[in-house]
């Protein structure tokens, strides 16, 4: 492992730059020395930059690069740590994989931006493996963005152990451009006093496959989770969505919530699925696959608006 | 007219709404006050199969609901829309977009027409956990930043607290003040009484048209329950 802790410049970092921008990001805060980031474009480091409190070390690999990130025992982070993962050219292979650690009574922000603005034959692996410590905060955003074209595809696996007393909050966004095929598979294993909140939203189109596979364990006597999902597909797009909380400790709660629109032809599958093996427990679930809220729809329409612009208002709301 | 499934849910429909008129349907449940306001907005599974509608001279038998809302009706339900994710700021100004848009003042007004504090409602979502009434009253704030010419308001008050129906009352008299000609379907004498019209309608028929007050009475004293009765009205 490497410790970086100056930025490494190079030619490549203004393409990055217009990639995080299309992603949604704002490209400026890759770029101050006061905030924490780290920047790679296919198996290079263009930038990493550790504030005080954080530990970043990286390693280039043949088709991507390794990642550990620690923050360190007490360190509340004050501003968020900004990730930028991408590939410019049109095809390729990017494989991250993630150690990532907060230590007790730590709390950080992670804002990541995903970026694949020309892919047409791309394969994004990402294999994390994220440890929040006892009464650490760990926050997680990640936005995706993949470009016109759906020639890519997208692999998020994540394993997330939360200790007692511990939060995890992850929002997964990916509702500009298109989707491609994304398998997203995350799992939690959730201590004493834990909270877990996950958050995907998904906007598919054309032959767009999406493949969510959400999982919580509650472990830990008051234990509680919320797995929320919002889905929107049209034209030929599919989706699955599996979203399971066990309920293992007595006063552990979880809930999960999945709603999809769907529109043209479409396929959607939900399966939320809840177990529990302590009588003491309780995890609950809806799921709703279905059309635009027609009322929704008729209300902006009597408000001026054509059917189309109310649904796309409605379902980017949904996404929002 | 317009039946379903083989029964006329809407049979003797005479009405004429006179423009900066505030018109008030009065009607036991059932009575097809509802339908009449779904009916005169066009919405899917209501349109109607005899008879006419004219708009300030113009047939809109035909038109969609956005034709009809570009034209200037807007319609407020009973129990609005939830819409998760939209900023009130955002719903309250898609109905002024036909208007040239909306100020930051006109959005704040808007809402404080309807008793609700700007800096708390304006940047959160309509379907945010907020209860029926404050999502009855972003309902009837969309509709003051829309401008209409004609607003058919279903039941304003349900799911209002009793305390605010005078604002409500209120409320509807500013919309006759912009200009605005307005259709309320309302259960309370005190909306009733605020009109300049009333007409009561039974079964798919306004029964009669003429001074609130009676009508008001009128029903209150006179209607006997639907199913007591040996055969239904005739038109007026």
């Known amino acids: ?320 | 007219m317009l039946s379903r499934d083989g029964k006329k849910i809407l049979r003797g429909v005479n009405l004429e709404i006179g423009d900066r008129e505030i018109h008030s349907i009065i009607g036991a449940n059932g009575a097809g006050k509802s339908t009449l306001a779904y009916t005169l907005m066009g919405l899917q599974g209501y349109e109607h199969e005899e008879g006419s509608l004219i708009f300030n001279g113009e047939d809109i038998s035909k038109l969609s609901i956005t034709e009809r809302a570009r034209k200037g009706i807007t319609l407020a339900w009973q129990e609005p829309a939830r819409f998760e994710g939209l900023r009130v700021r955002d719903y309250l100004a898609i109905g002024a977009k036909g208007s040239g848009g909306v100020t930051e003042e006109e959005l704040k007004e808007a809402l404080r027409k309807v008793d609700l504090k700007p800096e708390k409602y304006l940047d959160r979502e309509v379907g945010e956990a907020l209860s029926g009434g404050e999502r009855k009253r972003i309902e009837l704030a969309s509709i003051i930043t829309m401008k209409p010419k004609l607003a058919i308001l279903d039941e304003p008050d349900s799911g209002i607290d009793v305390v605010s129906l005078k604002e409500i009352v209120n409320l509807i008299q500013t919309f006759k003040e912009n200009g605005s000609s307005v259709l309320v379907i309302t259960h309370r004498k005190e909306i009733a009484a605020a009109s300049d019209k009333a007409s009561l309608m039974c079964e798919g028929v306004i029964l009669r048209s003429g001074d609130p007050l009676e009508i008001s009475e009128f029903f209150k004293n006179r209607c006997i329950p639907c199913d007591s009765r040996v055969s239904p009205p005739k038109a007026a």
């Open chain 1, 1 to 320: 492992m490497t410790q970086i802790t100056l930025n490494t410049l190079s030619s490549e970092i203004k393409d990055m730059d217009a990639a995080y921008s299309a992603a949604g990001g704002d490209a400026a805060v890759l770029h101050k020395h006061e905030l924490s980031s780290l920047v790679i474009s296919g198996n290079k480091v263009l930038n990493a930059n550790g504030t005080e409190g954080i530990v970043l070390e990286t390693q280039e690999t043949e088709h991507g690069v390794d990642v550990k990130m620690t923050i360190k025992k007490g360190y509340k982070i004050p501003l968020p740590v900004h990730l930028c993962f991408g590939l410019i050219p049109e095809d390729g292979l990017q494989k991250i994989n993630m150690n990532f650690t907060a230590e007790e009574n730590s709390a950080v922000e992670l804002v990541a931006h995903c970026t694949f603005p020309n892919a047409v034959k791309i394969i994004h692996k990402m294999d994390a493996q994220m440890h929040v410590g006892k009464n650490a905060s760990l926050k997680y955003t990640e936005t995706h963005f993949h470009g016109p074209h759906g020639g890519i595809q997208v692999i998020p696996k994540s394993h997330i152990k939360i200790e007692e007393g511990g939060s995890y909050y992850t929002n997964f966004s990916l509702v500009s451009g298109r989707v491609g095929y994304l398998e997203f598979d995350y799992s939690v294993d959730a201590e004493k006093d834990s909270i877990c909140e996950m958050v995907t939203k998904v906007y598919g189109k054309k032959d767009d496959k999406i493949k969510i596979l959400e999982k919580i364990s509650l472990n830990g006597e008051n234990a509680r989770s919320v797995i929320k999902s919002r889905l929107a597909i049209t034209d030929n797009a599919e989706s699955e969505f599996r979203g399971i909380t066990e309920g293992h400790a007595p006063r552990s709660r979880g809930h999960v919530d999945c709603m999809e629109v769907i529109q043209g032809n479409a396929k959607a599958e939900a399966v939320p699925i809840v177990r529990v093996d302590n009588p003491l427990a309780k995890v609950t679930h809806e799921a709703a696959i279905g059309c635009v809220d027609k009322k929704e729809v008729e209300t902006l329409m009597a408000r001026g608006l054509e059917e189309d612009e109310a649904i796309d208002i409605i379902v980017k709301g949904m996404l929002a």
